[in-house]
């Protein structure tokens, strides 16, 4: 007995709750169907409470022309409303699918003779123009400047200036410090962060070219460098000087 009174408590608990099921179909919902090759465009103003739909259709030949039974079930939706066409007055059945943003109507009249579907849209939801972002790519270092840094020659630290000045890839100035100063940057480039350049120097009464890899961070400018031949090469790192 006791289960039983429970039972029944929990069915009038769940009678009286509303149908979490429901779509929400309050708003304004706007479309447009084809009759005998013509559009025809129509505004359903939509009002759902417990179940109940009420609310106009506009753009019939009597308009607004009042819903009627207006139901919501789950994501369907049912009324009927009253129109006239050459000087009759038809009852027009709607049955409607809600899902996100949009209502599915088949539609016609009462006894079938007639029917049509349209699809009608919630313009009471902004429409989201959807835009290509595009792709930022992050800016290439800047090696135009002024950078300083030092290598080890034969364990002396031989310290070097860099003048860098970069147009549209290409790269010139000179670097002091070498035994023919200032010596004149050649073949200077930058390919994203990699900036690559010859200088031609003395040493020991002969000319030396010198070929300059170098990579560019936020720390600065990594050197590789050596001789053309490859006989003799060393690194330095120049930061950049203020």
């Known amino acids: 007995m006791r289960n039983a009174l429970r039972l029944l408590g929990l069915f009038a608990f769940l009678a009286v709750l509303p149908n979490a099921q429901a779509a929400d179909v309050t708003g304004t919902w706007k479309g447009a169907f084809d009759f005998q090759g013509t559009s025809v465009p129509l505004t359903f103003h939509l009002t759902a409470t417990g179940g109940t739909v009420t609310g106009t259709v506009e753009g019939l030949p ?16 049912t009324f009927w409303i009253s129109t006239e066409y050459e000087g009759n007055t038809y009852k027009i059945v709607y049955k409607g699918k809600v899902s996100e943003g949009q209502i599915e109507f088949s539609f016609g009249t009462e006894d079938g003779a007639w029917g049509a579907t349209m699809t009608v849209k919630n313009s009471d939801v902004p429409a989201v123009k959807k835009t ?7 800016a290439a270092p800047d090696a135009t400047g002024n950078w300083k840094g030092a ?13 860098l000045t970069v147009a549209a890839g290409a790269l010139t100035g000179t670097v002091e410090g070498l035994p023919t100063t200032p010596a004149e940057i050649h073949d200077g ?12 120097t003395d040493y020991q009464g002969n000319p030396v070219k010198l070929v300059y890899k170098g990579k560019i961070s936020a720390d600065g400018i990594k050197f590789e460098f050596g001789t053309e031949d490859g006989s003799w090469g060393t690194e330095l790192t120049a930061t950049k000087a203020i």
């Open 151 to 163: 290598f080890d020659f034969q364990g002396t630290s031989v310290p070097l200036t860099f003048h």
């Open 132 to 138: 290509d972002v595009p792709t930022v790519k992050p």
């Open 62 to 77: 009597n308009t607004p022309t009042e819903i009627h039974d207006g139901k919501v079930d789950g994501d369907s939706v």
């Open 189 to 200: 480039k930058v390919d994203g962060d990699t900036v690559t350049f010859s200088v031609t």
